[in-house]
Nanobody
Framework: QVHLVESGGGLVQPGGSLRLSCVVSGSFGSINGMGWYRQAPGRQRELVALFTRGGGTSYADSAKGRFTFSRDSAKNADTGYLQMNKLQPEDTAVYYC?????????WGQGTQVTVSS
């Protein structure tokens, strides 16, 4: 089985920072892509950052210049990070990690990010 576990969410004031982590474990095969998505109440899930093998990392316009995706790889384990700076109330959402691997497409359970004073 493949497991994705996100962490690092929480309550932060506007202008603050958070670093989300996504620990991937299991027999996922080769990774074709890893991404962070978010879903705010009443809104559709949207892409925040997407890493693809051979294609680098792309960001939503709202994330450019503020969010940075990074990744640590190891045999049968992989961790994706999303460093979020200059957070604003409109960044409030549940953030989900997604893994696109040769074995399938996987989602984590999500981590809540709340930006409020």
């Amino acid at each position: 089985q493949v497991h994705l576990v996100e962490s690092g969410g929480g309550l932060v004031q506007p202008g603050g920072s958070l670093r989300l982590s996504c620990v991937v474990s299991g027999s996922f095969g080769s990774i074709n892509g890893m991404g962070w998505y978010r879903q705010a109440p009443g809104r559709q899930r949207e892409l925040v950052a997407l890493f693809t093998r051979g294609g680098g990392t792309s960001y939503a316009d709202s994330a450019k210049g503020r969010f940075t995706f990074s990744r640590d790889s190891a045999k049968n384990a992989d961790t994706g990070y999303l460093q979020m700076n200059k957070l604003q109330p409109e960044d409030t959402a549940v953030y989900y990690c997604n893994l696109q691997a040769t074995s399938g497409d996987y989602w984590g359970q999500g981590t809540q990010v709340t930006v409020s004073s």
